[in-house]
């Protein structure tokens, strides 16, 4: 346990957890989910637990606190409950803005056992989070569901990462590849990129072609070697790669640095030796100030500070652009 818990814990009166459940204080074990002590918090949530369905009106009707760590908790406790009258409510924090709350929702769903919430966390599946997919993929096999079609499989594959079930689905598989080359984590749409390449399905060409503009290096590769397996073009490639996002250094941002802190635009360029530069103005400046005074210290590193900026700029100008 880490040392400000136990300093909390020894100033503040520990609570009494089965007292809590002895009285079938729900509320009062509510509270406590929203402690910094994670032990506290567990504990809190199997006491929910062992109150059975007695904690269900109280749960979900805490569940529109805007406290996520709360509501982490209360859907905790619903999972281990497994009261069919949560379903409607977790199904709902299937669209929470937290991923962390909607992961838990679609586990907590799969406790349950009620096939009701197939079509939702069969949406699920789509999500743009990799973690809520992993949930309510297993959480539909928990609950009966067995895919009908090869992309009803592709789907579910994806849900789990399952790269190599994707791959021998082949050409039904290419609506969630598609869907999975706009995923927000670049690993992600690499793997999905490189086993387009391995179906070879033309259908996946333009796709693939514009995945070349990805903002991720590695993306970009990816799409580029499996574009030639789907019949792309190769003089179409350089005409999508120049459309990237460009990664470069602002002159003006660089030499600005270091015009009001000499070396700071040093740092920002990546150079080592700005900290060099910074440490030597610091030090110019208090014995210019103290032999000169004032007016002498200004006079002198103005100009000085005027070089520096226009060697950032300078510098600047003449570096490249990061590699495709």
Request: charged share 25%.
């Amino acid at each position: 346990m880490r040392f400000p818990l136990v300093v909390d814990r020894l100033l503040h009166k520990e609570p009494d957890i089965r007292s809590l459940i002895r009285d079938r204080d729900c509320a009062a074990l509510i509270r406590l989910l929203g402690s910094r002590d994670q032990d506290l918090v567990n504990e809190a949530v199997h006491a929910l637990g062992t109150l059975g369905s007695d904690a269900t009106g109280p749960l979900l009707r805490a569940l529109n606190k805007k406290d996520r760590d709360v509501r982490l908790g209360i859907i905790s406790a619903l999972a281990e409950i497994r009261d069919p009258r949560a379903v409607a409510s977790l199904v709902r924090m299937l669209r929470d803005q937290s991923s962390e709350v909607r992961w838990q929702a679609a586990i907590a769903l799969g406790e349950t056992g009620d096939s009701s919430a197939t079509a939702a966390l069969l949406d699920a599946l789509r999500d743009n989070d990799k973690y809520v997919r992993y949930g309510s993929a297993l959480s539909l096999i928990k609950i009966g569901y067995k895919p009908l079609s090869d992309e009803d499989w592709a789907w579910y594959y994806a849900g789990t990462q399952d790269w190599e079930g994707l791959k021998n689905t082949g050409h039904p598989a290419l609506p969630v590849l598609f869907n999975l080359m706009k995923d927000p984590d670049s690993e992600v749409r690499v793997r999905a990129a490189r086993i387009l390449g391995d179906i070879g399905d033309r259908d996946a060409g333009p796709v693939l072609l514009q995945a070349i503009s990805d903002e991720n290096r590695q993306v970009r590769w990816e799409a580029a070697l499996s574009s030639q397996k789907c019949g792309v073009p190769p003089g179409d490639m350089p005409r999508a790669l120049l459309s990237r996002p460009r990664i470069s250094k602002s002159p003006l941002i660089a030499g600005f640095l270091n015009f009001m802190l000499p070396g700071l635009g040093y740092g920002y360029l990546g150079k080592w030796w700005g900290i060099m530069i910074f440490q030597i103005d610091i030090t110019l400046t208090v014995w210019l100030f103290k032999i000169g005074g004032e007016f002498m210290t200004y006079e002198v590193l103005l100009s000085v500070y005027f070089v520096l900026a226009l060697h950032a700029w300078y510098i600047t100008k003449l570096m490249p652009e990061d590699p495709p």
